[in-house]
């Protein structure tokens, strides 16, 4: 193959890479195509182009990610990941990592990461590449990888989520959840939600969020039965879709416009975190985005003319 043919194969891989380090698909975008500059400028003779641009697109996103952290830092309320409708890269040998390790909790839980860590956990743990390639692709020596890679694991391990094992069984419980929304049926709501559930929300100060964290069942069972029929009513709908390998939905405006998305976290039968980001800069990539202030103006006309 040539170089372009070896990369394009390689591009799902590198893409995958870097999402999991910057939890981020425009970053992670970037990072792929300068990746393919450095790739197609190089003179080099590589002995394996995967691991030769794996290692390139890794330090890239390494060097994306310590500037990242400071706006981070800086950010208007809860930071989630950006989030991803489909894993491009598909490994069987690795699917349970793979999928694992894509959910917005374990993207969260990656935060926590120098960038270093994060980095040998996700080429080490997440896509197996061994201690030789990793440590090429961070700089480091392999003694010092396996010590980055016993304190990321005591991290990920002390918070590590822990999610409904069977797919179909979580399916059916969103299911149920969307329809019920789509009553505005309380009681129907209560029934799915765990007792200390947890409504969060991602505007980044530029779009109407929640003011703080949601909990418990009757409260967010009553927030969003009494929003969404108020939503429905100015033309807003929504499509179920997998995101980040969690069951959720994609919500638009009367144009067909991404609105926000929400994300469900479910275990033992029961939902126990609800995820909504509703910040324009993170939905771009799902399609042309709405102007959530103009929705919030109408909900809020709406609600007025019902009392």
Known sequence: MNKVEEFEELRPLLFSIAYRILGSVGEAEDAVQETWLRYDGSTTQVAS?????????TRIAIDVLRSA??????????????????DPYQDPARSAELADSVSMAALLLLERLSPLERSVFVLREVFGFGFDDVAAAVGRSEAACRQLLVRARQHMRA?????????????????RFFDALKDGDVGGLRKLLAADVQMVGDGGGKA??????????DNVARLLASVYPLMARVGVTFRP?????????????RDGKVLHILV??????????IRSVINPDKLGHLGPVADA???????????????
Not at 159 to 175: H, I, K, S, V
């Open 208 to 217: 109407p969020q929640l003011a703080r964290a949601i909990t418990g069942t």
């Open 293 to 307: 202030w103009a929705v919030d103006r109408e909900v809020r006309q709406a609600r007025r003319q019902t009392k």
């Open 69 to 86: 952290r400071v706006r981070r830092e800086e950010y208007v309320g809860p930071w989630f990941p950006e989030p991803l409708l489909s």
């Open 264 to 273: 469900l976290e479910t275990l033992d039968g029961q939902i126990e975190t």
């Open 241 to 253: 879709r997998e995101i980040n390998g969690q069951p959720g939905a994609v919500f638009q405006d």
């Open 49 to 57: 182009a995967k691991a030769f641009l794996s290692a390139t697109v």
């Open 159 to 175: 918070g590590r989520p822990r999610f409904e094992a069977d797919r179909q069984e979580r399916q059916e419980l969103a299911t």
